[in-house]
């Protein structure tokens, strides 16, 4: 095997991984949500947690989602397991969906440590870009198993039609 085969090998493993790494970033770089401590959310302190990269109150969660178009509606479907009906607010702004919410932490109610504390707890704001107007006003939200789905009628249908183009 020569150095210029070792070379190019290296240079596609680069540009695989370089390739790999934007898709991720782009596709899920709005799914990427900030979970803050709020008064009720009760973190347990740094030292009850042995886990080196817990930060109490400064947390990070995939709050992954679709958003599905039909010629009639945008349907947005967010994962947002362990959060209670309840703790959610949803709005329509400026062409965007925002979702808020808290998870709360609960604690348990044996004495011990916690060897590890992955899950994120507190508030958050997911912000869903709309693909186009929508009619918040008749819009409509069901949470059934950890599954937020919001159904947004579009202001204006956009139905495809014929349309002939004169080639000059």
Known sequence: MKIEDIKEGFDHLRDSVAEGWQRLRHS??????RFTSG????????SEVDDEYYWPGHSWSMLEGDVFEDDARFVVRIELPGIEKEDLTIDVQDGSLYIRGEKRFERETTEGRWRVLQCAYG???????????????K??????????????????????????????
């Open 28 to 33: 899920a770089s709005s799914a990427l949500t």
């Open 39 to 46: 008064e009720t959310s009760s973190l347990p302190a740094r």
């Open 123 to 137: 508030n958050f704001r997911r912000v869903v870009p709309l693909p186009g107007p929508v009619l918040a006003d």
């Open 139 to 168: 819009a409509e939200a069901n949470y059934h198993n950890g599954v937020l789905k919001i159904v947004l009628p579009k202001a204006a249908p956009s139905r495809p039609g014929a349309r002939t183009i004169k080639v000059t």
